[in-house]
């Protein structure tokens, strides 16, 4: 049948409105219109995208029935969606989304698609089945990516997780969606991929945008739910199963970096929830936080100038909580997806000024407070070099290995091919350097933390600074500023040169 008519536009949540997408569902199997007590499974899944920033829904309704040489009707029946889903690509203007009718999912697995800032292509992925059961469809993830997705015709080597039938194809990516649509579609019609079904035509569009190339992002579900039911008994299970996850918990649990600094970790993030649900219960938007902490800072540099003891210990308490703030911020956004250009470049203009303003506060302190100064801007301005140049050597690194892994693009690999390409070993070990292998060595438990310790990120600075200065004096705060940092510095700087050369 042909695409239904577009939907009305749905409301997005959030401070930040993104491009909305368009959604072809593939309501080709009779679970699709399995009853439940509020409808069906199709009018279930269509409410849900009501509540998402989906533009157009398009509806693709057909019977699955497997398909290969002897299959002429079947066949037919899956060239007919591939080739409608391309249509869709071709005349899309934004993302396009791509999701069976056989679906029960929580809102928010769909959002991590729908909603978020990036817009990129991605799928959602099960680690390791999710569920406990077999692989299927199966996918290798690496380093965040789909590196490989399989179909019942398409194999994976060394498989770590399952594709949960959601993808999503970014604006950039709608001319490789269209082409990969199309010779799905031609390779079905010719005979030439096996006995596939018409269930799986997500999961061979999957297959054919990792073989042609196009990146995609691994949004891993964690405890969220997201299973193809296969009749009416399954379905009300996995509606039932739904409600046994929170997910305004899991929402949370997923705005927290598990993986920050020690200090921002396990001295901040272990108790942030609460001030995040705060934020978002007063619908504070994360620029305001941004702002607050900003202002925060600058009023530890004012107290920080008085010089005098109480003031210092004053200062420093605004520093930590400068700091609790700062985030505060980014939880917020990602909780509550309120992303936006100017929120990312305030929170990174933010961090610097919010550290010089209080280096400033605390040379004009010291320097009122002691007779003889005795060169403590000095120390304050190595300490503002020092840092500006961590920072250069942080950002220009980045930029060198995204570049470098731009440079060499995947070879598109045949969709006829069964087979997968298995992941590439690691360089043995006696070509690389003794410092990476040292290092790989000892990168978990307790050395790992230590390794983070060392390189001094912005919440160990913070708590450098509140520490030093509302214990001792501004000269102690700096010196052991260019101390650790000129130490953080050398480490950084070996260790990529190793990894560079190895």
Known sequence: MPPSAPSPPAETSGGHRPSRAAAVVLATTPAAR?????????????GQLDTLPVRDVHVVARTAVAVGPGAADGARGLVDDLRSVAKVARASSGPVA????????HREALAMLLEHPARDTAALVAADGGDGGPLRPPVRVER??????????????????????VLQVGEADLGGLAGVAEELADHVQGGRLGTVSGAEVGDLILVGLVRAGV???????????????????????????????DETAARLDAAIKSDDGFVATHLVSSWSAWPVRLCARLSLTPNAVTGTSLGLAALAAVWFSAGERPAMLAGAGLVLLSFVLDCVDGQL?????????????????????????????????????????GGIWALAVSALALQTLRHTIDFSFKASAAEAGRAQPERPRSLADPGDVPPQPPPPSDRRSPLVRLSRRFDQGAVRWLRKIVVLPIGERMALIAVTAGLFDARVTFLALLGWGGLATLYTVTGRVARSVS
Not at 145 to 162: D, L, P
Not at 340 to 348: F, H, N, V
Request: hydrophobic share 45%; charged share 20%.
């Open 34 to 46: 399995s009853v439940l007590t509020d409808g069906t499974v199709l009018d279930r899944l269509a």
């Open 98 to 105: 791509v999701l069976p009718g056989d679906l029960v999912a």
């Open 215 to 245: 990146p995609v992002r691994a949004a891993m579900l964690g405890p969220l739910r997201c299973d193809r039911v296969t009749g009416p008994g399954q379905a009300a299970d996995a509606v039932r199963r739904l409600a046994e996850v």
């Open 333 to 373: 956004a990602r909780f509550t997806r309120a992303f936006s250009p100017l929120g990312a470049w305030l929170d990174a203009i933010s961090d610097r000024a919010k550290e010089y303003l209080v280096y400033v506060g605390l040379a004009a302190g010291y320097t009122g407070a002691v007779g003889l100064p």
């Open 144 to 165: 965040g990516r789909v590196a490989a997705a399989g179909s019942s015709y398409h194999r994976v080597v060394e498989s770590n997780g399952t594709f949960r039938g």
